[in-house]
């Protein structure tokens, strides 16, 4: 059975999904953000099936979230392009949100840490242009310039 | 085949992903955020199958993600709890990414504003304890205490 798709529902949120939207994807995500970029190291480290990983890759490549890129030794590397580091927040807001309902009572088993100050980075969150920490009641959602009848948020 | 569990991986992320690492649950909590509670107002939102539809509610409430409550007339409604409301940042996080990303010429489909000020909230991002904006080289991962020696970040 084929996933419906959502696409034509017209929302930032679903087109997303379209894209990254699997989990795999996400978890071949986090590790390019570790540095990892050979097939053969995503392999090992996700103990993923290889035409899975495959065809993950291959849509991140068309997607523009990676860069296949040749190597010296004649084989190639994934590489994240400027709009895959754009996914840095989804990662980490999903990572945060873990470490708070999900993980055992010791804590995160990874934190990330402002290089400059050395310091764990703030919790992610939604912020006002002016900085301050906003919830969900203090948010509302209008119509963008995007908007045509049929959309949905 | 069933989809290989990612539990196993001592991953904040991935521990995320058991839970919400599927497209309908998240176009669900969308919709939770939106207003939507009833189970037929859902079910139109989306044009996903009842079957399906009632597999995932129950699955969010089970993860406490959604409150069931009884309503006046006999019947029920889904509420986001605390920990559903927490994952604003996520939703968010994915939807500005569509919007950069994803929408069309006109750009983004919906907009999302900040009460008090009457402004578009700030792009998520990650930032650091004192509010700067840190790209992705600039953060790094430590062990934290939750770490063990099995684990991936």
Redesign the interface.
């Known amino acids: 059975m084929k ?2 798709s ?1 696409s034509h ?15 795999w994807t ?2 071949i995500l ?1 590790d390019a ?2 540095g990892i970029k050979r097939f053969d190291a995503f392999q090992q ?1 996700l ?2 099936a290889r035409n899975i990983l495959s065809a993950r890759l291959v849509r991140l490549v068309e997607e523009g979230i990676l860069e296949k890129r040749p190597t010296e030794d004649g084989r190639h590397e994934y590489v ?1 392009t400027e ?1 895959g ?20 009572p ?12 050395g ?4 919790s ?9 920490v ?15 009848k049929d ?3």
């Open positions: 996933l419906k959502f529902l017209n929302c930032s949120l679903a087109q997303s999904l379209e894209i990254i939207g699997e989990r996400l978890l986090r953000f570790f480290s103990g993923i994240l709009k580091l754009d996914l840095q927040p989804v990662l980490l807001s999903m990572t945060h949100w873990g470490d708070k309902y999900g993980a055992g010791e804590g995160a088993p990874v934190v990330f840490i402002d290089r400059e100050k310091e764990p980075i703030a992610m969150a939604v912020h006002a242009s002016d900085g301050r906003l919830r969900t009641r203090e948010i509302k959602a209008v119509k963008g310039p995007g908007y045509y959309s949905q948020a």
